[in-house]
């Protein structure tokens, strides 16, 4: 159900049928905002470094950014005009799903995934076609390939899935990309890739020459504590990237954020960046095997974030009523309505206000604990 008001103009029927994408809430007491998978770290100072040299905001950012592509370039082994940057990661979907997917096109993702999946569509009349989770919370790459029809154009993987947190093997990725049509888009979203311990995991690096049609997304968002700047990029063919420009908003990277992307890749930064994260996965695993002492079937966590489910699948009788308890202790967790109820790893302090917490709701409402 949308929840647009009444429009003085006149705006398209399925866009207005569609909730907006909403960005996690701001404590307004104090306590910590879990809600949103940020990295509870503040900017390395080399970074704040590089930001407040950039005296030149009155011109435009050099749009091809060379020296950028070329260091994310080196990364994966390919040359420049195989990196494209954006506001985000999650600008390239976009852009990529509206070069791809026309109306009367459909686009496959599993569901639940990144909330925005579903509205990725919408400018371009493409239908989002949603294809349910295992019961172990991880992707159903037999159905997904079950599911695509000469209509599908894109196929967007999470890896690991956001919320739910498994990251996709690499011998399931393989088998289920020899099924996929070669002229057929695949995104290995890998947002979070920085936090995946599971040595079977799927790593884009890995596979992205062996398959054409695939684009692997990353961020400078979760790990390298950006956020707020708004710098992601793909790797692919630059045909394909080629295509998402013609659909992209022109000159949307931002000089500065471009200047503090560069001075997370210097060696030093990505030491220091390496050691927070090992910090962050090491809060991770004890938050989830915390949560799972208390009775609740807590997936495997590969992201910055751990899941609980809803009551059916092993965990919490009400996560609606779950996150409004959180709220009323200052801190703020993602709920996903009759689902599950996804929480970010923060600061340390935090660890023990959300066990006590979940402990107190499973007590009271006659949970697993």
């Not at 925005?116 to 294809?131: N, T």
């Not at 154009?153 to 099924?179: H, K, W, Y």
Request: glycine share 8%; charged share 20%; with cysteine.
């Amino acid at each position: 159900m949308s929840d647009h008001a009444q429009t003085p103009v006149r705006f398209r029927a399925d866009v207005l049928a569609v909730p907006a994408y909403r960005q996690g809430a701001t404590p307004t007491e104090p306590g910590y905002k879990l809600s949103s998978n940020e990295n509870p770290f503040a900017p390395l100072p080399g970074v704040l470094e590089a930001m407040t040299g950039a005296f030149d905001i009155n011109r435009y950012a050099a749009a091809a950014m060379p020296e950028l592509r070329a260091e994310i370039g080196a990364e994966f082994g390919v040359d420049p005009a195989h990196v494209h940057l954006a506001a985000g990661s999650v600008a390239i979907l976009y852009q990529l799903v509206q070069a791809a997917a026309a109306a009367g096109d459909s686009y496959l993702y599993a569901w639940p995934s990144f909330e925005a999946y579903p509205g990725l569509g919408l400018a371009s009349g493409a239908e989002p076609v949603g294809v349910p989770l295992t019961a172990e919370a991880e992707h159903d790459l037999d159905a997904m390939a079950e599911a695509i029809t000469e209509r599908t154009r894109v196929i967007l993987l999470c890896s690991p899935n956001n919320p739910t947190g498994p990251a996709l093997r690499r011998a399931d990725f393989e088998r289920f990309m020899a099924r996929v049509p070669a002229d057929t888009l695949v995104v290995l979203d890998e947002a979070y890739r920085e936090f995946v311990t599971d040595p079977e995991a799927v790593r884009g690096e890995d596979v992205l020459a062996a398959h054409p049609n695939l684009v692997v997304l990353r961020t400078f968002s979760k790990a390298y504590g950006l956020a707020g700047l708004r710098i992601g990029y793909g790797v692919g063919d630059p045909a394909i990237f080629r295509a998402a420009a013609s659909v992209a908003i022109p000159l949307s990277v931002t000089g500065i954020a471009e200047l503090a992307a560069r001075a997370s890749l210097t060696p030093e930064a990505r030491a220091a960046h390496a050691e927070r994260v090992a910090v962050l996965v090491e809060r991770r695993d004890r938050l989830a095997a915390a949560l799972r002492e208390l009775g609740l079937a807590v997936p495997d966590a590969q992201g910055n974030f751990v899941w609980i489910p809803e009551a059916e699948q092993g965990g919490v009788p009400d996560v609606l009523a779950l996150a409004a308890e959180f709220a009323e202790r200052g801190t703020l967790v993602r709920p996903f309505a009759a689902r599950g109820l996804r929480i970010s790893v923060g600061e340390e302090e935090s660890l023990p206000v959300i066990i006590d917490l979940v402990r107190a709701h499973l007590a009271q409402r006659g949970g697993v604990a």
